[in-house]
């Protein structure tokens, strides 16, 4: 099995099933993985599908501004280690080796990794503006454990980096589109666009109209009527 499949099921991944924290601010546990959900629900899909292809594949964990809070999946590939973060909100496209160093541009973005001590640290530049993005330490981690955090993670007091705010994420074409809280961000190659003044009550139709995406299945789940924040 190769690192390409592996990166093909990766970009399947973010062009089906969105990024959203809309199962988190509904309070609201999902019973699929198919509509997508954040890092645990991204996580699972990529899994199960990695897989299903012959892939071997394990649970593992990140640190995000020092937090244990962040789940994506570890691969082993021809004696080598790697990395596939498909939860995190933004398009990380290809996986991340364990043994050297990368950098790569999609959507108008880089990515790029250090290895030190046994940690990966990986770095995301938008808009000409680089920040450090999280910490993977290399060496496997209890999958039980993770598993755990994954079913408890709406009844700890953990506070996400977007717990009070609206997210929704995919790629699209040859784009990647963010919701973050009441905007609507388009990244590409040719350039940076932006769509404000977005609130819930758009959702149903910016995602229609930008993502060429079906959000009726996810209403089903629990329907538009807890308010997001007071800037929504």
Not at 207 to 216: N, S
Request: aromatic residues 12%; hydrophobic residues 35%; charged residues 20%.
């Amino acid at each position: 099995m190769t690192v390409q499949l592996a990166q093909q099921i990766l970009l399947d991944k973010f062009k089906q099933e969105p990024f959203h924290n809309l199962y988190l601010l509904n309070n609201a546990l999902p019973t699929t993985t198919a509509y997508g959900g954040t890092c645990s629900d991204k996580t699972l899909s990529y899994l199960e599908a990695a897989k299903a292809a012959g892939l071997d594949v394990h649970l593992h964990s990140a640190r995000i501004g020092g937090q244990e809070i962040h789940r994506l999946v570890r691969l082993e590939i021809g004696n080598q280690r790697y990395f596939a973060d498909i939860g995190n909100g933004w398009p990380s496209i290809q996986l991340f080796p364990a043994a050297t160093p990368i950098v790569y541009e999609c959507y108008g973005m880089r990515y790029r990794t250090e290895i030190e001590n046994g940690v990966i640290t990986v770095y995301h530049l938008k808009r000409g503006v680089e920040k450090q993005q999280m910490e993977i330490d290399i060496a496997a981690k209890p999958e039980a454990a993770i598993r755990q955090g994954i079913a408890n993670r709406f009844s700890t007091n953990i506070t996400y980096p977007f717990s009070n705010q609206l997210r929704f994420s995919m790629v699209v074409g040859q784009r990647f589109l963010f919701i973050r809280d009441t905007r609507l961000e388009i990244y590409s190659n040719s350039g940076y666009e932006e769509v404000p003044n977005i609130s819930i009550s758009d959702l149903p139709n910016v995602v229609t109209e930008y993502f060429d995406y079906d959000i009726k299945p996810l209403e089903s789940h629990f329907g538009y009527t807890k308010p997001i924040s007071s800037k929504v």
